[in-house]
C-alpha cells in the first residue's frame, strides 16, 4: 500500500508550504519627462544604491498619504540628470518581455545597451553593468567608441583595445579629431607611440649583403653576375652574402609600400669585404645607372634593397619603446580595481 495512503485506504491531502510573493510594491519615477510606473522589488534586488533609498523611513502624514512621493504618477520620484531612454533600457533588462525570455535574448541596440551601462555602473548593479559590457563587447565599436565608453563607464579592457587599435591601425587620425574625442593630453601620447612603432628600424653595424640583392624601384635585379671589384679587382660573387657590406655608421632611406618596409642605399655606402674600399666606380656627384631588365634609370643614391633583413610589417622593433599599457598603466589600473 502507498505510504501517502491511509490505513481506510483513503489518500491523505498534502499542502504544500509556498513561500509569500511580496513584490514590494509600485513606485513612480519620473525621468525627463516622461513618468515610469514600476515594481520596485527588482531594483531592490540588482541596486544596491535603490535597496537603500527604498528601505529609509518614510514619514507620512494619514491625512496627506496621497502625497508620499513616488506614491502616484502625481508624485513621481524625480531622477533628474539622467535619459528617460536609458531609463526605459534599463527596464527592458529587468523586467524582460515574454518574447524575450523565450528567445533568451534581449532585442536592444547599441545605443540601449549602453543606456543600460551607464546606469547599472551609476547604481551600483553589478551583474547588470557585466550584462552590458559583454554585450557591447560583441558589438562594432571602433577604436574611439571604445576609448571613449571606457572612460566613461571604467572599462579596462576596452580602454586598452582601443587605444592600442589607434595606435596600430593604417588609417592615421587627424590630430584634431583625435583630440575632440580623447582629449590633447592622451593624443599627444598616442601620436608619440605611433611614431615610436612606426618609426623605421636603424641598419645594423656593417650590415652584409649580396650584389643580386641591389635592385631597381621595381624590383628587378641589377647585377645578375659575377663583378669585379673597382678598387681590389677581387672576383665578387652576385650570390655572395658575404661579399659586400655597408660601411659602418652609414645610413639608408626606409619607406613604407605596400609590400612592407623597404630600404634604399647609396652605392657609396658599399665595401668590399677584400679590401674594404667602395667596389663600384661612383662619380663624385652621384650620377645613375641603368636596370637591364626594365632599363629604367637608377639614382646611385637609391638602390632598392632586396630580401631586406628585417620586419615586413609595421611592428616594434626597438626594445626600449614604451607601449600603451605601460603609458597609461595607472588608468587602466583605476579601472580594473574598479571592476573588483
Known amino acids: ?39 520596485r522589488h527588482r531594483l531592490i534586488e540588482y541596486s544596491k544604491t535603490f535597496a537603500d533609498m527604498f528601505h529609509l523611513p518614510q514619514v507620512e502624514d494619514e491625512h496627506d498619504a496621497g502625497n508620499v512621493e513616488g506614491r502616484n504618477k502625481e508624485h513621481p520620484i524625480f531622477l533628474d540628470g539622467y535619459q528617460a531612454a536609458d ?21 536592444l541596440t547599441k545605443e540601449e545597451w549602453v543606456g543600460v551601462l551607464n546606469l547599472s555602473t551609476t547604481w551600483q548593479m553589478r551583474m547588470l553593468r557585466d550584462l552590458a559590457i559583454a554585450k557591447l ?18 572599462v579596462a579592457t576596452w580602454l586598452k583595445e582601443g587605444l592600442n587599435e589607434i ?16 582629449g590633447s593630453r592622451t593624443a599627444f601620447r598616442l601620436m608619440w607611440i605611433r611614431e615610436q612603432l612606426h618609426r623605421a628600424p636603424q641598419i645594423p653595424s656593417s650590415l652584409r649583403i649580396a ?13 645578375n653576375e659575377s663583378k669585379s671589384c673597382h678598387s681590389c679587382s677581387v672576383q665578387i660573387s652576385s650570390d655572395d652574402p658575404e661579399a659586400v657590406h655597408v660601411a659602418p655608421g652609414s645610413s639608408g632611406t626606409y619607406f613604407y609600400s605596400p609590400n612592407g618596409i623597404e630600404l634604399r642605399l647609396s652605392l657609396h655606402t658599399l665595401r668590399c669585404n677584400h679590401c ?15 636596370c637591364p631588365s626594365c ?43 574598479f571592476n573588483q
Request: glycine share 4%; hydrophobic share 35%; charged share 20%.
Open 276 to 290: 674594404t674600399k667602395c667596389p663600384f666606380y661612383v662619380p663624385p656627384f652621384a650620377g645613375t645607372s641603368t
Open 87 to 107: 531609463f526605459a533600457a534599463l527596464l527592458k533588462v529587468l523586467y524582460p518581455s515574454p518574447k524575450d525570455m523565450i528567445s533568451g535574448s534581449y532585442t
Open 211 to 223: 650584389l643580386g640583392s641591389l635592385a631597381c624601384p621595381n624590383g628587378h635585379t641589377v647585377i
Open 167 to 182: 595606435v596600430e591601425q593604417q588609417e592615421t587620425l587627424q590630430p584634431d579629431e583625435l583630440e575632440a574625442h580623447v
Open 295 to 337: 632599363s629604367i634609370s637608377i639614382p646611385n643614391t637609391s638602390f632598392r634593397l632586396l630580401n631586406l633583413p628585417f620586419p615586413s610589417s609595421r611592428q616594434k622593433t626597438n626594445t626600449d619603446q614604451v607601449d600603451v599599457e605601460e603609458m597609461f598603466q595607472e588608468e587602466i589600473a583605476s579601472y580594473e580595481s
Open 1 to 39: 500500500m502507498s505510504s501517502d495512503a491511509s490505513s481506510s485506504g483513503t489518500v491523505q491531502d498534502v499542502t504544500l508550504r509556498v513561500e509569500d510573493v511580496l513584490l514590494g510594491g509600485t513606485v513612480f519615477f519620473k525621468v525627463q519627462e516622461t513618468i515610469f510606473e514600476v515594481n
Open 137 to 154: 563587447s560583441n558589438l562594432p565599436l571602433t577604436p574611439l567608441e571604445k576609448v571613449t565608453l571606457a572612460r566613461a563607464h571604467q
